[in-house]
């Protein structure tokens, strides 16, 4: 698709806006409405304070990193460093590679940090996770009210739409909505698309960078993130970011009138509608503590990108990740489902299996498969970084080696049970060749992470 758009347009470059253009509020209105935006004087000053320190404190403690992530079967290492915080257990994926949360501070679990200092910036992320939470209902409040009262006006009535007349958090019901009652199940799909598990943190410093690529279809300049869709998020979910920008007297925004299209100095956030040339782009400029908001399906309908400015920048992205797959908690039950196959003879001691039907053996080396290349692989080809924080995911790892032990002898074990000559030949061939299967893609696995 890229490739088609960039033929299309030859040396052509697409129209964008910035604030400084007299037509940018009108298209934000009509084609960018559910980007919110916010001001950094609209967030508490102690809340600025705690969070801004918290990331001079983790860069301090060298705890970003650059990822090696794998696109269309070729590494890169990414221009931006970054690190993830949020709750106990918790990964999310991006481009091939699984990141593992440094958990923040929650009650029921002991998390050991490496220092007072990284506890304080972990539980200052956590605070600030809180607070563009309520953010973000509220915006989606707001929205809903404004598309219900658009309906009343044209008389037009979308069940969709009107989903929720007055969509309020319980408990903070404002007095001209009080007469209406929230349905339970808008209220529980609204937090479910705010309730964020865990933040993103990005660090860059563009001045340190040999080369940025251009921006490809505008010409806004130096990209620090490409254009993109955030992936591995629940459905129509909301992304709240945060930003901060060191920015001293020597980085002032330039004149703006002088300047046709956005201030290079100053870092953006570049929106288009997905594979679209008609709509011009937005460009919107991120000062200190400046924060926004990507409601309900704009990060599928659009793609955003990050402009690079002069100065370094830290920005906390706020997700509610997919986590089906993706917690520590599903992968050991994965693990438990494997090993009910498993069984030890009370006296020799020796080990075999329940069972050796296909669908059985199958399901068995597939969870073997996920353990190895999802987890054991992805946490230990990156996750010694980890260390610089909490050793909060050592032990976990060691308890998914030791299953994954238990499973190399599963494996053993189906070679023996197929060699035998008792086996009925029929089944013998249906679970050789699906086990055959399960085994050539973790022969290319393995090379391909050995090559990593």
Request: proline fraction near 4%.
């Amino acid at each position: 698709q890229k490739k088609k758009l960039l033929e299309e347009l030859g040396e052509n470059r697409l129209p964008y806006v910035t604030p400084a253009d007299a037509d940018f509020h009108q298209l934000w209105k009509t084609k960018y409405s559910k980007l919110i935006f916010r001001k950094s004087d609209t967030v508490p000053e102690e809340l600025h304070q705690m969070v801004q320190e918290g990331f001079l404190t983790l860069r301090k403690h060298d705890c970003f990193f650059q990822d090696l992530v794998r696109i269309k079967g070729k590494d890169f290492v990414t221009p931006v460093s970054r690190i993830l915080i949020g709750n106990p257990g918790c990964t999310y994926k991006y481009l091939n590679t699984r990141l593992f949360t440094v958990p923040w501070p929650t009650e029921g679990y002991d998390i050991k940090y490496c220092s007072p200092q990284i506890h304080d910036a972990c539980k200052a992320l956590i605070r600030l996770n809180d607070y563009l939470h309520i953010e973000a209902v509220k915006a989606l409040q707001r929205q809903n009210l404004f598309e219900t009262k658009e309906i009343k006006d044209t008389t037009v009535i979308d069940r969709e739409q009107n989903f929720a007349t007055s969509l309020t958090v319980k408990g903070s019901v404002s007095k001209d909505q009080s007469s209406c009652c929230v349905p339970e199940d808008d209220y529980i799909s609204l937090k479910n698309r705010t309730s964020y598990n865990l933040t993103l943190l990005n660090y860059m410093d563009p001045l340190q960078m040999l080369y940025l690529k251009q921006e490809p279809y505008f010409g806004m300049g130096n990209m620090a993130v490409s254009w993109h869709h955030d992936e591995n998020l629940v459905e129509r979910s909301t992304v709240a970011v945060y930003s901060y920008s060191c920015e001293d007297s020597a980085m002032e925004e330039s004149n703006e009138q002088k300047l046709k299209g956005r201030d290079p100095a100053v870092w953006h956030v570049g929106l288009k509608v997905a594979w679209d040339i008609e709509t011009p782009g937005l460009a919107i400029p991120l000062h200190q503590g400046d924060f926004y908001l990507m409601l309900d399906d704009l990060n599928m309908t659009h793609q955003h990108c990050v402009l690079a400015g002069f100065s370094p920048r830290f920005s906390s992205t706020h997700r509610v990740a997919d986590c089906s797959r993706g917690t520590l908690e599903y992968i050991l039950g994965q693990c438990e489902l494997a090993l009910q196959n498993l069984q030890t003879d009370s006296d020799s001691m020796a080990l075999s299996l329940k069972s050796l039907e296909t669908e059985v053996v199958k399901q068995v080396e597939e969870i073997h498969n996920e353990v190895e290349f999802e987890w054991l692989r992805q946490f230990w080809f990156q996750g010694k970084r980890y260390l610089k924080c909490t050793d909060w995911w050592l032990k976990p790892m060691a308890k998914l080696e030791e299953f994954w032990r238990q499973m190399e002898i599963m494996t053993s074990l189906v070679l023996s049970e197929v060699g035998k000559e008792e086996q009925i030949e029929e089944q013998r061939k249906e679970t050789i060749s699906c086990f055959l299967l399960v085994l050539t893609e973790r022969q290319r696995l393995r090379k391909e992470w050995t090559a990593r």
